[in-house]
């Protein structure tokens, strides 16, 4: 199966400022990060942020926050309750008074819901922690997580790895940066090939 751009959102978590210094390869991470969200911007894929305990830890990365509809703070590890709302929104209320008393021209027609995207493209820091957290309890909420690996990152190559394997034991899809922006891109006369070729290189 491959990832479609309309079904995504993009959850970026904990790329912050207080913790990243700590974080292995940080450089690399926060990069592919980066990438992730300028190509779900280009593809209009919805862009969500998480902030552990932000007074603390800082902000998130400038970079990344600018490109992010929203930022959730959050104390719990798992950041799937601040998450959940944005990423399957209640239905809008219909307005207005009693529909059946206005005559028939009159009556507004229901608005269209937005579609449901229920795949969760996910990354983070640290990965064996928040990350792990927030994408098995998404996972029991029957959402489709799919882990950007090498835009994860733990202050230990050995915390990191292992995560890796409980996420694919759990049923997450791993993949990577490239796999990501080929996979919503999927061919060379898509319009956007030429600006993902240019973000990736």
Known sequence: ?????????????????????????????????????????LMQVPVWGTEQNPDKLGGLEPSLAELCDTIVPKMAFSGAEELLPLLRPAPKPQRGGNARSMPKHLQKPPEPEAPERNTVVIAGCEAHVCLMQTALTLLEEECDVWVVTDACGSRTERNRDAAYDRLAGAGCELVTTEMVCFEWIRAADHPAFKAMQALIK
């Open 1 to 41: 199966m491959l990832l479609d751009a309309d079904d995504c959102q993009l959850v970026l978590i904990d790329y912050q400022a207080r913790l990243m210094p700590a974080i292995d390869g940080r450089e690399f991470v926060v990069a592919n990060a980066l990438k992730l969200a300028r190509m779900a911007r």
